[in-house]
T-cell receptor, first 111, second 112 residues
Framework: QKEVEQNSGPLSVPEGAIASLNCTYS??????FFWYRQYSGKSPELIMF????GDKEDGRFTAQLNKASQYVSLLIRDSQPSDSATYLC???????????FGPGTSLSVIP | DAGITQSPRHKVTETGTPVTLRCHQT?????MYWYRQDPGHGLRLIHY???????DKGEVSDGYSVSRSKTEDFLLTLESATSSQTSVYFC???????????FGDGTRLSIL
């Protein structure tokens, strides 16, 4: 089992819909969770991080963490074509461990 | 944006030649990383550094070496480049090991 798993996609959603991206991780003791966005041909860009169970909102983005079920999700409300990108989930077990990146999910927002 | 500069941005070279990629930061972050990104493999850690002259291997370190003589500079060297090292290379920095990483713009390396 890989340490961080994501559906590769592509995930297609219509403009204005909610896009839901999911990530599961194998180590129950993981403490830090990050979402990155990567446009084609560009570098990953941090968009959200979450450390505690529950939801964290930032504009149109909401990160949801459920440590008991070992998943973290990213919701994008009112999806725009400019949200079309690959979204990388990253997890760190403890403050002494490296961040592990998932393979990414490709999102396409259809006008 | 985090002050991270990678050079060169593009390079084409031949098999067997040495190649050095440079990462320069202006953020004074302790940790610096080198990743490669290939289709179907995602981001894979090559080496990372936790201070001047302090480095450690990542999951795909074979064929690569690194050096960090100053806080702001982290060099990645391919001693004898092979076609399998054709990839996009990203440098990243972070304040601590588990903190968010910020990435440079990448170097597209082609080895013919």
């Amino acid at each position: 089992q890989k340490e961080v798993e994501q559906n590769s996609g592509p995930l297609s959603v219509p403009e204005g819909a909610i896009a839901s991206l999911n990530c599961t991780y194998s180590d129950r003791g993981s403490q830090s969770f990050f979402w990155y966005r990567q446009y084609s041909g560009k570098s990953p860009e941090l968009i959200m991080f979450i450390y505690s169970n529950g939801d964290k909102e930032d504009g149109r983005f909401t990160a949801q963490l459920n440590k008991a079920s070992q998943y973290v999700s990213l919701l994008i409300r009112d999806s725009q074509p400019s949200d079309s990108a690959t979204y990388l989930c990253a997890v760190a077990k403890t403050s002494y461990d490296k961040v592990i990146f998932g393979p990414g999910t490709s999102l396409s927002v259809i006008p | 944006d985090a002050g991270i500069t990678q050079s060169p941005r593009h390079k084409v070279t031949e098999t067997g030649t040495p190649v050095t990629l440079r990462c320069h930061q202006t953020e004074n972050h302790r940790y610096m990383y080198w990743y490669r990104q290939d289709p179907g493999h995602g981001l894979r850690l090559i080496h990372y550094s936790y201070g001047v002259k302090d480095t450690d291997k990542g999951e795909v370190s074979d064929g690569y070496s690194v050096s960090r003589s100053k806080t702001e500079d982290f060099l990645l060297t391919l001693e004898s480049a092979t076609s399998s090292q054709t990839s996009v290379y990203f440098c990243a920095i972070s304040e601590s090991l588990s903190q968010p990483q910020h990435f440079g713009d990448g170097t597209r390396l082609s080895i013919l």
